[in-house]
């Protein structure tokens, strides 16, 4: 039966297509770029892939932890400093359809002093219930107690400040406010001695380092704000839609409250990160794109070196759409090994990626992710699988793109014209 009869991708294709993949020692060249654009791909698709899982993960722990910390919206008075009646909006904020909760604090900046250090702090009054509800303080990292938090004059401070200023649960620290009580000589400084009975860990430096919880009564007392409350953080059910709660909110509010949401507060810093990320894919994108020609080149050679074995599968019967399609899969078949070969080393990586880390900082006796730097005390990393589908598809598109024109190229090759010389 001749070649040309034979249906499309049948098995004597396929077996040509195998057999030029593995290249004998006189083609020991082409094996060589074969070998490396192999190696381009897998490296190419894998880097991607780690990239954007990090990336990802980066992006999730922040977010995690910048509203476990600030709430997905707050509420601040649009007629005073204070709220003065917050018991009464934090239930018509509730009532608002997909808003989990409405905690009412009081903020405000003080210096912490010990004899070790002397450091600005955060200070944050919550109630003890409130407090007990955010998933970033209260849990296994907890050290000390919040049982009867409102009831005394403790406080709760994050692991990082108190290891500035050596102290921990059972210790006092001293703070000390700038708006304390009037006097016929000005304002004097606050200066009150408050025990710590629990230190928290958030993950996140900027709020482990300087960050303190008080008592809500105790911290309207503190910072003189009399019977209200500075802001009413606010939890809903979907952060990203956020935009969507303003309006309900602002109805149940009736103007009295102002609202600013996660998005504007942090619209720098996300979008600083999102531009990062999109650039990033860009540029390693450029790996796997370099990958590709070099499967043009190899090929490319590979269809001069086979000329003359080309010219006898034409005498023979294959029709130019069988030659097209042997060397189409020769190059595909590098491709799609590469692609795959790279999917699996990019997933390993990321499953193991703190290990890896830790293990390279071992070794080279270095800090590879400063918590200090990039805020969070582990390395994330977390796959997206639309993300990742569409970077093994875009590197199988440019892997089978790249083998058109020099699959193409053997199609045309005249028989007589490579056999001339032979």
Same mark, same amino acid.
């Given at each position: ?48 892939? +780690? ?15 910048? !509203?476990?910390? /600030? ?9 005073? #400093? ?35 250090? /002397? ?35 403790? +406080? ?40 710590? #009975?629990?230190?928290?860990? +958030? ?7 300087? #960050? ?58 996300? /979008? ?18 370099? @990958? ?51 999917? !699996? ?65 053997? @199609? ?11």
């Amino acid at each position: 039966m001749a070649a040309g009869s034979t249906r499309a991708f049948s098995a004597w294709e396929q077996m040509i297509a195998l057999r030029y993949l593995r290249a004998r020692r006189r083609e020991g060249f082409i094996s060589v770029i074969a070998g490396f654009s192999f190696l381009g791909i897998v490296l190419g698709v894998a880097t991607l892939i +780690i990239v954007m899982a990090v990336m990802n993960g980066f992006r999730a722990e922040l977010l995690s932890k910048v !509203l476990g910390f /600030n709430g997905h919206a707050t509420a601040y008075s649009s007629i005073g #400093v204070t709220i003065p009646d917050y018991d009464q909006r934090v239930r018509e904020i509730l009532a608002v359809p997909g808003v989990k909760n409405a905690l009412p604090i009081v903020e405000g900046q003080v210096m912490a002093s010990t004899t070790r250090a /002397n450091t600005g702090v955060l200070v944050r009054g919550i109630r003890e219930a409130d407090l007990k509800s955010l998933p970033s303080i209260a849990n296994d990292k907890l050290k000390g107690s919040l049982e009867g938090f409102d009831a005394g004059q403790g +406080i709760a401070i994050g692991y990082r400040l108190a290891f500035k200023h050596g102290v921990g649960v059972g210790d006092s620290l001293l703070l000390i406010s700038p708006d304390g009580p009037t006097t016929i000589l000005g304002t004097t400084p606050l200066l009150r001695s408050y025990p710590i #009975v629990a230190v928290f860990e +958030i993950g996140m430096s900027e709020y482990d380092a300087n #960050v303190a919880y008080m008592p809500l009564a105790e911290a309207q007392e503190y910072f003189q704000s009399e019977d209200g409350v500075s802001a009413i953080e606010i939890m809903v059910d979907r952060p990203d839609d956020i935009d969507a709660y303003l309006k309900p909110l602002n109805d149940a509010a009736r103007g009295r409250l102002q609202f600013v949401t996660w998005k504007r507060t942090n619209e720098t810093f996300f /979008n600083a990160l999102e531009v990062e990320r999109n650039v990033m894919f860009l540029i390693l994108t450029l790996i796997i794109l370099v @990958a590709a020609l070099n499967i043009v080149s190899g090929l490319i050679m590979l269809v001069k070196d086979k000329g003359r074995d080309i010219a006898i599968l034409r005498t023979m019967g294959a029709t130019s759409g069988a030659v097209l399609r042997i060397f189409f899969m020769t190059g595909a078949a590098i491709g799609s090994l590469g692609t795959l070969a790279g999917l !699996l080393l990019g997933v390993v990586v990321c499953g193991n990626i703190e290990e890896i880390r830790q293990f390279l900082s071992a070794l080279t006796r270095r800090e590879l992710f400063s918590p200090e730097l990039y805020y969070l005390s582990r390395l994330p990393a977390e796959m997206d699988l639309q993300q990742t589908a569409a970077i093994v598809a875009m590197a199988l598109a440019l892997s089978f793109l790249a083998t058109l024109y020099p699959a193409w190229r053997a @199609a045309r090759l005249d028989p007589v014209e490579a056999l001339r010389y032979e």
